[in-house]
């Protein structure tokens, strides 16, 4: 028997220094230490041949969780282990859940039409006939004279108030009040100063 159980018991104080544990439908008392059984032996298996001792040496050697009968009588140990085992199942499907929330509205898809859509105006615009200004479209005229804004806020009034009463519900017509926002978000500047020559002329196009 090691030294400290000896000392534990020779001066009295055995219950005080390792208090016992009562097994459910047992009269006999066994402290912690008795399930110790590397106690005397780092390497020693375990000896325990009955179900209950086995696992209380598992729990008391590697730190296992304590067999049901006895965290049945330490409440805050078992809602300890519960909880965690309910943390970790539940993690998951709340970001799950979370991700599936992303683009319900079908955000992706009418950022993917409209990127297609302002691709194909640039084929469709007004431009010059001269083959220095055949980038410069109307709307570049408009900046230069300090038009371009307030051209823009009305024609998102124009599409809007025509959503629903010319064509029916056209998407088109919504389509280009998103169209023309865009552009009133480049002439006000909220992206930065728009560069000198907003139509990007090319002296040097054939």
Known sequence: MAWWLLDSVMNGTMEKDYPAIKVEGDDTKHSPYYYDYTRNDPDAKNPFTDAFDYMMGEAVVNGTPYPQSYLSDNDDQASHHFADSLTLNTEAPNKEIMSDSRNKYHEDEILKDVEEYVSRTYNG??????????????????????????????????????????????????????????????????????????GNIDHNMP
């Open 125 to 198: 615009h007004y431009t010059g006939t001269k083959h220095e200004y055949r980038n410069v479209q109307t709307i570049d005229l408009m900046a230069s004279r300090d038009l371009a804004s307030d051209f823009c806020q009305a024609n998102i009034l124009k599409y809007g108030s025509r959503y629903g009463s010319k064509d029916g519900r056209n998407k088109k017509d919504l389509l280009k009040v998103i169209h023309y926002a865009m552009l009133l978000l480049h002439f006000d500047e909220h992206y930065g100063k728009p560069s000198m020559t907003s």
